[in-house]
C-alpha cells in the first residue's frame, strides 16, 4: 500500500507545473501531510528529483526546459527585497531560488519559485507571519537568483533594470 500511494504521489506531481502542498497532496492520496512528507524524503532518497518549496513539492521536470536561465548576482537591504523580485517579476521572468554563500555553512539555497506578483505577496506575507529572516540578511544583502525567462532577451532587460537600480552586484557601474 505504501509504495502504491509513493507511485500515485509521484503521478500528481508529474502531471503539474505549480507546487503542490503537503496538505493538498495528502488529500488527494486520502492520506496525512506527516506521511505525504514521509512519502516525499523517501523518494527523494531513491533519487527522485522532487523539489520542495516554500509553497509545496513539484518535480525538477517541472522546471521550465525550453527557457534561457541566468544566475543574477545582487545586492540590497531587506526592505528592498519587493522592489527587486517585482522588477524581474514585472519583466515576464520567474524566480526559482535565492542562493546565498555562507562563510561556515557553504552554499545555502531556498526555492522560491516565483512566477508572478501574486506568488510574490503570498510569499512575503509567509515571510511577515512567521517573522522569518531573508537568506541575504546572512550575507549583507548578497545573493543570488536563478531566473527562467522564455526569451534571452528578457534576461538582458532584467540585467539593465538591476544595474540602473543599482542592485546588480559587482557591477561597475552599480551603487
Known sequence: MSEERRQ???????????????????????????????????????????????RGYLLASS???????????????PDQTEEELSLL???????LDVQVDHPVYGEIRGMLMLDSREDLREWLQDIREKQARLLSELTDGIHLHT???????????????????????????AG
Open 147 to 173: 531566473v527562467e525567462a522564455p526569451r534571452a532577451e528578457l534576461l538582458d532587460r532584467a540585467l539593465g533594470a538591476l544595474r540602473e537600480r543599482g542592485f546588480l552586484f559587482g557591477d561597475e557601474q
Open 63 to 77: 522546471l521550465t526546459p525550453n527557457c534561457h536561465r541566468a544566475l543574477l548576482s545582487v545586492r540590497h537591504r
Open 89 to 95: 517579476l514585472d519583466l515576464g521572468l520567474r524566480v
Open 8 to 54: 500515485l504521489l509521484l503521478g500528481l506531481l508529474s502531471h503539474t507545473q505549480h507546487p503542490l502542498s503537503g496538505t493538498e497532496l495528502g488529500q488527494k492520496l486520502n492520506a496525512t501531510r506527516q506521511t505525504v512528507v514521509q512519502d516525499i524524503a523517501l523518494l527523494r532518497a531513491r533519487g527522485e528529483p522532487i523539489v520542495a518549496t516554500s
